[in-house]
């Protein structure tokens, strides 16, 4: 709280934009960001967000890096960003419109190449953030579009090895395609979770996904659903 008084004074002094931009800010997950990105998510021109971004460094509320357009923010500041963004009742709006820009780039980046998993692997913290969010704001479709984007039409995380992060999807593609009475997403997902859980040597609990899988398909009349699940099992 203290930190957050010392905080307050300097953001009161600055202009609403400047308070807006700051605010936004927030949205991140890491304590990294583009100038450009921020500037596509906040929907303001790269010139005129520059000048601002530049005044924040000059007043203490972030850092340049050795890359240019690139900046950094403490977390303890990124943390107060945060705070003001959900105050102010700016959250769901911010948090959109970061979940519009990042399942963008996943889709744009779903190629089996080394440039696309470079790019991805960049973005995952907020990838995984935007999918959070995307629960949290009850937006199961895309929810499950990142899923089938990053799990069916991209091999990044099974071939970087983010296994945890890959049952972590699955799991929230099943919650949301519950929601959805989505029931051949939901079989895609279990798929998707039990080879996860193969990969760990969870094999009994790869086994219920997969016959969980093979029902949904088998009552969908799905015939390539019902060929890859047997495949697994």
Known sequence: HGLASVFSITYKSLSSDEQRLFRWIGVFASTIFSMEVLAKIINIDVKQIEVMLDFLVNIAFLSWTEEEGIYSIHPLLLQYAKWI????????????????????LAEENAKPNLQSH?????????????????????????????????????????????IEELAKLSKKG????????????????????????????????????????????????????????????
Do not use: C
């Open 85 to 104: 963004l959900e105050e102010t009742g700016n959250d769901s709006e911010a948090a959109k419109s970061h979940l519009n820009y990042y399942l963008t």
């Open 174 to 233: 099943i919650l949301a395609s519950q929601f959805l009475k989505d029931a051949l997403s939901e079989g895609h997902f279990l798929t998707y979770e039990g080879q996860a859980y193969r990969l760990i040597g969870s094999f009994e609990l790869a086994l219920e996904n997969f016959k969980k899988s093979l029902e949904i398909s088998q009552s969908h009349g799905d015939e390539k659903d019902q060929l890859l699940s047997l495949g697994n099992l």
């Open 118 to 162: 470079e790019e991805l692997e960049l973005a995952l913290p907020e990838i995984l953030l935007a999918i959070d969010n995307g629960m949290r704001l009850k937006e199961y479709q895309l929810v499950i579009d990142f899923g089938h984007i990053l799990l069916s039409r991209s091999d990044f995380l099974f071939t970087r090895g983010y």
